[in-house]
């Protein structure tokens, strides 16, 4: 299983959180001429700012421990696409070691570690751990909105106590306007995309569009029966974005699902109820009758969807 933000490095801020009044150790102080707050002359210096404050935030309980150097070239190499630069295994050593300076600040016993011994940790592992396996991959997806500069401007300001530019509540109302700008641009890209698409599907020779705007295909016919709105069916099914992506598949997992038609989107309440047992369709669900404005994990606001279903069983 692959190690993420939820792994090792929750675990160890988790840990760290639980020891309130712990002393850890900081970074020297900053020069006085880097304790003068940034200016910041753009929006995308101040977004990234505000996300510098809150990634130090997170981390600040460790800051004495984390090589900023480090922690930065490993973000990088994560936007450039590239292999972490530690591996899985050296990650979960650093993070043990790390857990054990924390433990032994803290005042208890590190299991395995003579009473009176100090243990130690590689600032610069724990560096290119949070790098590699939580801020680069966390980031990564707005990487083109993001000045790196600003970023670990803001790192610095927080682990060096030097004077941020922004308090933590105005960060965070930053992030909140940025994210709910990025949300609508993408909706309105999205919603712009599935709207020429489904006007073009239509008139593709066995492409039925119901009064709902629901899309269909009949990719083979079936001699069942044919389940209503409330039924609960067995089914195999593999769903895709419009660029192709694969977002969830039973397929995949190598067995069939059992649901309530009453129970999911829309357009599958509609869709799989105009299927006999034995039957294979192929459905394009417009945004308003899947996810919406608010999207569901991989599947961005105002998505059309593609579905392949195969309906196996009505079961009651």
Do not use: C
Not at 41 to 59: K, L, M, N, P, Q
Not at 135 to 161: E, M, T, Y
């Amino acid at each position: 299983m692959k190690m993420g933000k939820r792994g090792a490095v929750a675990s160890l801020l988790i840990l760290a959180m639980a020891a309130p009044g712990v002393a850890f150790s900081q970074q020297p102080a900053a020069p006085a001429a880097t304790k003068e707050k940034s200016v910041l002359t753009s929006e995308r210096e101040t977004i990234s700012y505000a996300i510098g404050i809150d990634v130090a935030s997170s981390f600040e309980p460790i800051a004495g421990e984390v090589d900023v150097a480090e922690l930065r070239r490993a973000v990088e190499n994560a936007f450039a696409g590239g292999q972490p630069l530690l591996s899985q295994e050296e990650a979960q050593q650093t993070d043990a070691a790390l857990r054990a300076v924390m433990m032994a600040r803290a005042g208890q016993q590190v299991p395995g570690l003579a009473p009176g011994s100090q243990p130690t940790v590689d600032r610069k592992k724990v560096g290119l751990m949070l790098g590699s396996y939580a801020v680069g991959p966390s980031l990564a997806a707005i990487k083109d909105d993001i000045d790196l500069n600003s970023v670990f401007k803001a790192v610095n300001d927080v682990f060096s106590k030097g004077n941020p530019t922004m308090t933590h509540e105005q960060a965070k109302a930053t992030l909140q306007a940025f994210s709910t700008a990025k949300q609508s641009a993408v909706a309105g890209k999205n919603r712009e995309q599935g709207n020429a698409f489904l006007a073009k599907n239509k008139t593709q020779p066995g492409v039925v569009t119901t009064a709902s705007g629901l899309q269909y295909q009949v990719l083979r016919a079936g001699s069942g029966e044919r389940p209503m709105a409330t039924s609960r069916v067995r089914v195999n099914y593999e769903g895709k974005l419009l660029d192709g992506t694969v977002f969830d598949s039973s397929y995949e997992r190598g067995q069939p699902v059992d649901f309530g038609l009453n129970q999911v989107i829309k357009g599958w309440t509609e869709g799989v109820s105009l299927m006999p047992v034995g039957a294979k369709y192929r459905f394009w669900i417009p945004a308003e009758l899947a996810y919406g404005s608010n999207g569901s994990g991989p599947i961005g606001p105002e998505s059309t969807l593609t579905f392949d279903v195969e309906l196996l069983g009505v079961l009651q």
